[in-house]
């Protein structure tokens, strides 16, 4: 199967389409073999029946299959009915060679923002079981389901992103496309590559970037992106389509982690004690080398909470750092955390391991952020440990998390977790939204941490915190119950055999 | 079978959504001691018994119970001369019904499942009548 994935053309009577770069890529195009075309959306820049003619009378001419779903500029001036009208259905499901191809409407008239309903969600669904045996699946929505790069302060991602991932993740979907940033950029998550496509043919490309589009081949065990910018530089990325299943050589233990978060302690209904105290017993009894928290200590920022957290947090016989969230900080809470606590970024390192906390807290706010001489400062102390088993922990989750509503809570989620993947962290913990989640992206793996000890929580197995055991030859992330200490592996990973 | 099952979740799904992928083996030379040491490590009630990469048998805790401790075997014996090794095989893209089916007809409670060839997991019937595991999915953007 070999694809081409073009998105954002914005077609329009203004400045903002660049006709010239459409036409020569157009060409280009042509002269090549592609099993179809795939458009992600924003086929024009407001949603005008004139360029919807327009975009139909130069997709005709291609001469190929042709997907298109479209985008929030569509959405624009009542567009959606017109696109239905030129360019077939918003919503639906085609069958192109042994492809299932997905392609869902995720934009909101005239909101820029995304969004996946029920009946959608279902269709989604339905479509993937529909098709059991066709080898190769995939979804094209306009709006992207994990943070990406180079998108400044605009954070908004499709509210149920985390929902629609671990669906992608858990039916092995082979790839997704998206627009939208105008940006281009490839992760592989799990087994699933998600694609997000720069801008073909509008003026508003970010950070200097140029026109570009992708090429993406589905072989039998292997699936290849290639990014063509106009300027004719090509990059490409190969990925396996497969994950390792079955883990029997572990090698020796190196490491043993406890990751906790929102224990919420305060006198009142909100925390319970009794959680605690039974995964204080458990913690103990683990041998664990230490333990991670990753903010939400506190309920309130107040000396009665941290007076109480800071007894109760001491029965924890293993090392703890710690990292606030914004609620730790409110009211006297910045304060009372460094008193009770220590610093807000700490760390620890032996010969084997470095643990680097990052502080992504705001007062007063659930919204996080890091800010690029932050991260340059972060990331430039990693590499001068480039030699260790890298850890970083901070409160806000930087992958989307299922059952949650994705605020998109980190301002910067996308040149964090961008970062983070290419600089070869290992192990990166976050501990919001209380609900368990790990995935490696790339080679990186990142974990969620549910609450320990709060009422409120996600996750259907009830409180717990995770237990990272890190071997020579893999790692492997379980979920444990705070009152019962039940056990349940979240996920496995092998480990990168780095040259020493 | 699959018609005695409660009609509590959507029988005509893939299995795909219910396997297990990510499983934990053990080199079927080794003891059963060492078995039962990494069900106790990880808390887990069977493994895959393996052959280099090879998916050999299916060990569960019961089988050490029946097979070894009941019958006096010491806790030497190799792990593959009390494994299930009569496994079989089912499509990925295999309906949850369907595999109800052949659980009930060969009177197994775990299947191997492969995707495009080659055996990428397990499913067993706890999976199936997990109605958790139907219930992971919710639908935030309702509102
Ligand atoms: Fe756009
Ligand atoms: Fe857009």
């Given at each position: 199967m070999r694809l081409c994935h073009i998105s954002d053309t914005h077609f329009g009577s203004g400045s903002h389409f660049n006709r010239q770069v459409f036409?020569?890529?157009?060409?280009g195009i042509t002269k090549e073999h592609f099993d179809v075309v795939i458009h992600t959306g924003d086929v024009t820049d407001d949603?005008?029946?004139e360029h919807f003619r327009e975009a139909k009378k130069h997709f005709d001419e291609l001469g190929l299959p042709l997907v298109v779903i479209p985008g929030n500029h569509d959405a624009r001036s009542g567009g959606i009915a017109i696109f239905e009208e030129y360019l077939g259905p918003a919503n639906g499901v085609k069958v192109i060679g042994d492809a299932l191809i997905i392609h869902i409407n995720s934009a909101t008239p005239d909101n820029d923002d995304g969004r996946v309903g029920m009946v959608k969600f279902n269709l989604i669904k339905e479509a993937l079981s529909s098709y059991p045996h066709l080898p190769i699946k995939i979804v094209a929505i306009h709006h992207h389901v994990i943070p990406i790069p180079k998108a400044g302060r605009e954070r908004n991602i499709l509210s149920n992103a985390g929902d629609l991932l671990d669906l992608f993740l858990r039916n092995d979907v082979d790839l997704v496309l998206s627009g939208h940033r105008h940006y281009p950029n490839v992760y592989k998550v799990e087994s699933t590559v998600l694609v997000n496509a720069g801008t073909l043919s509008g003026r508003k490309t970010r950070y200097g970037d140029v026109n570009s589009y992708n090429l993406v081949e589905i072989e039998e065990e292997q699936v290849i992106v290639e990014t063509r910018r106009i300027d004719g530089s090509r990059e490409q990325k190969r990925y396996p389509r497969r994950c390792q299943s079955f883990f029997h050589d572990f090698g020796r233990r190196e490491l043993r982690l406890v990751h906790m978060s929102n224990t919420m302690i305060t006198e009142g209904r909100v925390f319970l004690k009794k959680a605690f105290d039974s995964a204080v017993n458990t913690?103990?009894?683990?041998?664990?080398?230490?333990a991670?928290?990753?903010g939400g200590?506190?309920?309130e920022g107040i000396p009665e909470d941290y007076n109480l957290a800071k007894r109760k947090m001491a029965k924890i016989k293993v090392p703890v750092l710690y990292t606030p969230a914004g609620r730790d900080t409110n009211y006297l809470g910045f304060h009372l955390f460094t008193q009770s606590f220590g610093p807000v970024t700490q760390q620890f390192a032996n010969e084997w391991v470095h643990v680097q906390g990052l502080a992504s807290?705001?007062?007063?706010?659930?919204?996080?952020?890091?800010g690029e001489t932050e991260r340059n400062t972060f990331f430039s102390k990693m590499r001068s440990v480039a030699s260790a088993f890298r850890v970083m922990f901070l409160h806000h989750n930087i992958t989307p998390v299922p059952h949650a509503r994705e605020r998109g809570l980190l301002e910067d989620s996308g040149d964090l977790l961008r970062r983070a993947v290419d600089e070869g962290i290992d192990l990166v913990l976050t501990g919001t939204s209380s609900h368990p989640n790990a995935m490696q992206v790339e080679n990186t793996v990142i974990v969620n941490a549910n609450s320990l000890s709060c009422i409120y929580q996600r996750s259907l197995f009830g409180n717990s915190f995770n237990l990272i055991d890190i071997y020579e030859h893999c790692l492997v992330v379980s979920e444990i119950n705070s009152l019962w200490g039940a056990r349940r592996i979240v996920g496995m990973w092998g480990r990168a055999q780095r040259e020493s | 079978?699959?018609?005695?099952?409660?009609?509590?979740?959507d029988i005509d799904m893939p299995v795909r959504a219910f396997v297990t992928k990510r499983l934990i083996g053990i080199d079927s030379k080794k003891s059963v001691q060492d078995a039962a040491k990494l069900m106790v490590q990880f808390d887990i009630s069977s493994l895959v018994a393996m052959e280099g990469e090879k998916v050999v048998g299916f060990l569960t805790d019961a089988d050490i119970k029946r097979k070894v401790v009941a019958q006096g075997l010491p806790t030497s014996t190799t792990v593959d001369q009390v494994m299930e090794s009569h496994l079989i095989t089912i499509d990925i893209g295999t309906r949850v019904r369907d595999v109800l089916g052949v659980m009930s007809e060969k009177n197994i409670k775990h299947l191997l499942v492969e995707d495009?060839?080659?055996?990428t997991g397990i499913v067993t019937f706890r999976d199936l009548i997990d109605i958790e595991r139907h219930k992971l999915e919710t639908y935030i953007s309702r509102e």
């Open positions: 036409v020569d890529s157009m060409l949603g005008r029946l913690i103990n009894s683990l041998d664990a080398d230490l991670i928290h990753c200590i506190v309920y807290f705001q007062y007063d706010t659930t919204i996080g952020i890091i | 079978m699959s018609n005695s099952v409660p009609n509590i979740y495009r060839g080659v055996i």
